[in-house]
């Protein structure tokens, strides 16, 4: 069983009474709001599972994760409070158009049938949507964001997500069938492992307001909002450990002034080697 009285209270959303399209609204907001997407357990050295219980007691417990943990907490959420929710391999590109071998699996994506209609449910997107989306093709504006979505020309039946082209990567295809959360065990594996992931490489933490999304890549945070782009550098230990635990709501009372600081060096270095190469 998932503690979804302990998740509700980090999402500050009441238990619906129904699996209504208002509630579904307001706990996806509430999600991409109040849960961080990050990945600060792989640069503290401390391997997760991707279990729902496991990422359920994460995020109840004032942390966030990427994909797999995020998508699939929400997802069993979803289900106990009687959504109707599939879960789907995706992938995630930063160049335009899609892959030609289909979803790479580095990508859980969820849709849920409601009233007739499927949509979109992601929360596992870091700078992604912010609310649900149909599965009808178009162009959607969410905030500072314009998105497109259309059927796959490359998967029967699945879908083309199209971020921004101010959003921190380009398209995510999912494929239609239906999938089990341990599918990923493996990926996982090798995204919080392999010298080659993005996610070893470079920390990160994001959260996506209804105007504004926020993302801390290193040393580096930007604000982007409808008036442009704000950035700057985190020069100190202090503001550094601040901007997680203040904007991006991060419980790291488990982590102890050693860890903190090894972090915070780990990350300069990695910061000072990004600048020194041209920030390639």
């Known amino acids: 069983m998932i503690d979804v009285d302990g998740y509700l209270a980090v999402l500050g959303v009441p238990r619906p009474q129904s ?7 307001a706990l996806h907001r509430a999600h991409g709001e109040r849960v961080a997407y990050e990945n600060l357990d792989i640069h503290l050295g401390r391997p997760t599972g991707i279990g729902a219980t496991e990422s359920v007691a994460r995020i109840a417990r004032g942390r966030g994760g990427y994909c797999f943990h995020l998508n699939g907490a929400f997802a069993a959420l979803l289900r106990v409070l009687g959504y109707d929710v599939t879960l789907h391999r995706a992938g995630v590109r930063e160049e335009e158009g899609e892959d030609p071998a289909g979803p790479a699996g580095n990508h859980l994506a969820l849709t849920v049938r409601l009233d007739g209609e499927r949509w979109l449910v992601d929360t596992g997107l870091g700078d992604g949507i912010h609310e649900p989306l149909p599965l009808r093709e178009g162009t959607y504006v969410q905030g ?7 059927p796959s020309t490359v998967v029967p039946g699945g879908w083309r997500f199209t971020h921004d082209p101010r959003g921190s990567f380009r398209t995510m295809v999912f494929a239609p069938e239906p999938v ?3 599918s990923f065990a493996d990926e996982h594996v090798r995204l919080s492992t392999s010298p080659e992931s993005g996610f070893v490489r470079v920390l990160t933490a994001q959260l996506r307001g209804a105007k504004a999304v926020d993302v801390l890549r290193g040393c580096v945070l930007r604000r982007i909002d409808a008036q442009g782009t704000e950035e700057r550098t985190i020069d100190t230990a202090e503001d550094f450990h601040d901007v997680l635990t203040g904007l991006f709501r991060l419980d790291l009372s488990d982590v102890g002034a050693s860890a903190r600081a090894g972090l915070w060096d780990r990350v300069r270095t990695a910061h000072e ?3 020194a190469a041209g920030r390639e």
Do not use: Q
């Open 144 to 150: 500072p964001f314009t998105y497109g979505m259309a």
């Open 180 to 182: 089990e959360l341990s």
């Open 273 to 275: 080697k990004w600048e």
């Open 19 to 25: 699996p209504t399209a208002e509630a579904l609204w």
